[in-house]
């Protein structure tokens, strides 16, 4: 299994409330993605980082911020939380941006 | 618009019979195709990738049929196992074509069942 971590694994939070949620990873891969799942949805990109300080916005990418200062972690924040962002969050690696690796996902509840 | 659809949501296979997962896209760009495999509470796993030049890929129990034509590709379990109760999701990227920025389209999922 890829070493990726993801912190916290659960959340609950109210809303207006600024989250940050963290991936970690050891496997020294390029790129990284910050997904969020949901019933009838699948999954949906936010944001992904393609290098140090480099990100770009995905297909759901409102109310959500990202940072990669360093190779291992990439952040995924929500500057005042609402109740449509709760959801599974997701983070995933990729060495050659093909295939892509998850970690186990948090699970944020805005109340 | 939904570029990656799978069309059913649910199937249920008695173990040891075929399971067949299926997949189409609207965008001829995507040129790799991926599968992947999620357990309740669990993130999701790389179960097996196929690209436009190639029409099959195996491995083990699992084959991906890529049908670039009818722009569908399919997912063969043989045989079942009940282990193999999961959300499958297909994706697809546009990683050769140049067009793209590696970034993977997911469809919504299928759940499968398999009844022991």
């Known amino acids: 299994d890829a070493g990726i971590t993801q912190s916290p694994r659960h959340k609950v939070t109210e809303t207006g409330t600024p989250v940050t949620l963290r991936c970690h990873q050891t496997e020294n891969h390029r790129y990284m993605y910050w997904y969020r799942q949901d019933p009838g949805h699948g999954l949906r990109l936010i944001h992904y980082?393609?290098?140090?300080?480099?990100?770009d916005k995905g297909e759901v990418s409102d109310g959500y911020s990202v940072s990669r200062s360093k190779t291992e972690d990439f952040l995924l924040t929500l500057e005042s939380a609402t109740s449509s962002q709760t959801s599974v969050y997701f983070c995933?690696?990729?060495?050659?941006?093909?295939?892509?690796?998850f970690g186990p996902g948090t699970r944020l509840t805005v109340l | 618009d939904q570029q990656v659809k799978q069309n059913s949501p649910s199937l249920s296979v008695q173990e040891g019979r075929i399971s067949i997962l299926n997949c189409d896209y609207t965008n001829s760009m995507f040129d790799y195709f991926l599968w992947y495999k999620k357990y309740p509470a669990e993130g999701p796993t790389f179960l097996i990738s196929?690209?436009?030049?190639?029409d099959k890929n195996e491995d083990g129990r699992f084959t991906v049929f890529l049908n670039k034509s009818a722009k569908h590709l399919s997912l063969h379990i043989v045989p079942s196992q009940p282990g193999d109760s999961a959300v499958y999701f297909c994706?697809?990227?546009?990683?050769?074509?140049?067009?793209?920025?590696?970034?993977?389209?997911f469809g919504k999922g299928t759940k499968l069942s398999v009844i022991p």
């Open positions: 995933a690696i990729s060495e050659s941006g093909n295939e892509q690796f």
């Open positions: 994706a697809a990227s546009t990683a050769y074509s140049g067009a793209g920025s590696y970034q993977l389209t």
């Open positions: 980082s393609y290098g140090v300080k480099d990100t």
């Open positions: 196929i690209s436009s030049i190639k």
